[in-house]
């Protein structure tokens, strides 16, 4: 299994960006997808989680209403749209699957495959 991340960059505060995942290897529609970032000298943290199907989304509470996840299984690709952007928003992002779940979670230790990650830094 295979990750993809693209779409990082460096926007002022207020800006947007849309962060891309493409997975192969794997049937990407019956398994849930997270989205986490690490800042310099911070843990890896919890940002957006969407469901196999996409019914369910959940997120953490620096990112509602700001942040938006979604997903196009036919093209195996995620998307995580970043509107209103904040200088604390500025981390590596990384995408991240389940291997065989489709309940989505935000504990990044029952995601199972990882892509590279794409840093999004954020002026003020």
């Known amino acids: 299994v295979q990750l993809q991340a693209s779409g990082g960059g460096s926007v002022q505060a207020g800006g947007s960006l849309r962060l891309s995942c493409v997975a192969s290897g794997r049937t990407f529609s019956s398994v849930a997808m997270g989205w986490f970032r690490q800042a310099p000298g911070k843990e890896r943290e919890f940002v957006a989680g969407?469901?196999?199907?996409?019914?369910?989304?959940i997120y953490a509470d620096s990112v509602k209403g700001r942040f938006t996840i979604s997903r196009d299984n036919a093209k195996n690709t995620g998307y995580l749209q970043m509107n209103s952007l904040k200088p604390e928003d500025t981390a590596v992002y990384y995408c991240?699957?389940?291997?065989?779940?489709?309940?989505?979670?935000?504990?990044?230790?029952?995601?199972?495959?990882w892509g590279q990650g794409t840093l999004v830094t954020v002026s003020s």
């Open positions: 969407i469901s196999g199907g996409g019914s369910r989304t």
């Open positions: 991240a699957i389940r291997s065989s779940w489709n309940n989505v979670e935000s504990a990044a230790r029952l995601y199972d495959y």
